[in-house]
């Protein structure tokens, strides 16, 4: 993920910002709250020929990696579906290689949200959500993300535009363009219609941008796009940070969460995953299962 990364993060900032008032009346409204929240995390992709020997068997063929991804991590964030809509064939078979309880979140097409900024869409619409709807109870969050030069000025082309969806479709937007967060009036009139239609907002948490760091729920579910700076000693305690701020919002009402872990060339996305989840685990008393990293063997020893 190259939105907001920075070479240099020294003079950054990374302290989470107070919640939104709003986040507290959302997960206030949840009757009755849920005993067992689902919790989902991730790296953004599952073809990285890096972790064959890591996290996937040695001998492990390309064709085979979704297969061990979905044994590994309970979700991932689909960004192929951004380029691609995806056939029946290819949901099929994503379907059969998933393991029980997987979730795949898919990205919208980006000739829906960036070339045609959400004009004109209603036949690919129908197509995309056809399509990510045959993945059935694999299907988790799917999220909107905006162009960067959609703003607020085209409030009223997102609201038509979420309007026009399946009734109950699972979906978070993702907002890049400045303009939303400048104006606090703004981002209060964007939520309100949000929430109205029950609609996520995607929380992304990356150096360069601090201002998409919006502390702010729309729904009783979260969605989570966290960008570590390849295990820089930040990155754990951010992640930190993030476990106590969810643990709080879990015993507020929160009901889900979808976190996606990215890390640079996401060489370490996996060791990145792990201590989300170890913390988490720690944290709220939940047990869910950690990836398993295969020991790498350093060249020169005998032991």
Same mark, same amino acid.
């Given at each position: 993920m190259d939105f907001g990364k920075l070479k240099d993060i020294s003079d950054v900032d990374f302290t989470l910002p107070p919640d939104n008032p709003l986040t507290a009346q959302t997960l206030a409204a949840v009757s009755p709250k849920v005993s067992h929240p689902d919790l989902y995390f991730g790296p953004p992709i599952w073809a990285n020929k890096s972790w064959a020997g890591k996290i996937y068997p040695s001998n492990a063929k390309d064709k085979d990696f979704l297969h061990y991804y979905t044994r590994q991590f309970n979700t991932i964030e689909l960004n192929v579906t951004h380029y691609q809509i995806p056939?029946?064939?290819?949901?099929?078979?994503?379907? #059969?290689?998933?393991?029980?309880? +997987?979730? +795949?979140?898919? *990205?919208?097409?980006?000739?829906?949200?960036?070339?045609?900024?959400l004009i004109g869409t209603e036949f690919l619409t129908e197509q995309f959500c056809t399509a990510v709807l045959g993945l059935e109870e694999?299907?988790?969050?799917?999220?909107?993300?905006?162009?960067?030069?959609?703003?607020?000025?085209?409030? *009223?082309s997102l609201e038509n535009y979420l309007k026009s969806l399946p009734p109950n479709f699972p979906v978070s937007v993702e907002f890049r363009h400045s303009d939303w967060f400048k104006d606090a009036k703004v981002w209060a009139n964007t939520c309100a219609m949000l929430t109205e239609m029950k609609v996520g907002t995607v929380i992304s948490?990356?150096?360069?941008?601090?201002?998409? $760091?919006?502390?702010?729920?729309?729904t009783p579910k979260l969605t989570l796009r966290f960008v570590g700076n390849e295990l820089h000693p930040t990155d754990y305690t951010r992640i930190n940070a993030w476990c106590?701020?969810?643990?709080?919002?879990?015993?507020?009402?929160? #009901?889900?969460?979808?976190? +996606?872990?990215?890390?640079?060339?996401? #060489?370490?996305?996996?060791? $990145?995953?792990?201590?989300?989840?170890?913390?988490?685990?720690?944290?709220?008393?939940?047990?869910?299962? #950690?990836?398993k990293i295969i020991p790498q063997v350093v060249q020169g020893s005998l032991f």
């Amino acid at each position: 993920m190259d939105f907001g990364k920075l070479k240099d993060i020294s003079d950054v900032d990374f302290t989470l910002p107070p919640d939104n008032p709003l986040t507290a009346q959302t997960l206030a409204a949840v009757s009755p709250k849920v005993s067992h929240p689902d919790l989902y995390f991730g790296p953004p992709i599952w073809a990285n020929k890096s972790w064959a020997g890591k996290i996937y068997p040695s001998n492990a063929k390309d064709k085979d990696f979704l297969h061990y991804y979905t044994r590994q991590f309970n979700t991932i964030e689909l960004n192929v579906t951004h380029y691609q809509i995806p056939t029946e064939e290819t949901i099929i078979r994503w379907k #059969e290689s998933a393991a029980d309880g +997987f979730k +795949f979140c898919p *990205k919208f097409p980006q000739v829906i949200s960036h070339d045609r900024q959400l004009i004109g869409t209603e036949f690919l619409t129908e197509q995309f959500c056809t399509a990510v709807l045959g993945l059935e109870e694999h299907l988790g969050m799917t999220f909107l993300q905006l162009s960067p030069m959609f703003d607020p000025r085209r409030l *009223k082309s997102l609201e038509n535009y979420l309007k026009s969806l399946p009734p109950n479709f699972p979906v978070s937007v993702e907002f890049r363009h400045s303009d939303w967060f400048k104006d606090a009036k703004v981002w209060a009139n964007t939520c309100a219609m949000l929430t109205e239609m029950k609609v996520g907002t995607v929380i992304s948490d990356v150096a360069g941008r601090r201002d998409v $760091l919006h502390a702010t729920l729309t729904t009783p579910k979260l969605t989570l796009r966290f960008v570590g700076n390849e295990l820089h000693p930040t990155d754990y305690t951010r992640i930190n940070a993030w476990c106590e701020r969810i643990k709080t919002w879990l015993d507020m009402g929160l #009901e889900s969460a979808y976190i +996606f872990v990215h890390c640079g060339d996401n #060489e370490f996305a996996p060791e $990145l995953t792990k201590y989300w989840i170890n913390k988490i685990n720690a944290k709220t008393g939940l047990n869910l299962q #950690e990836p398993k990293i295969i020991p790498q063997v350093v060249q020169g020893s005998l032991f």
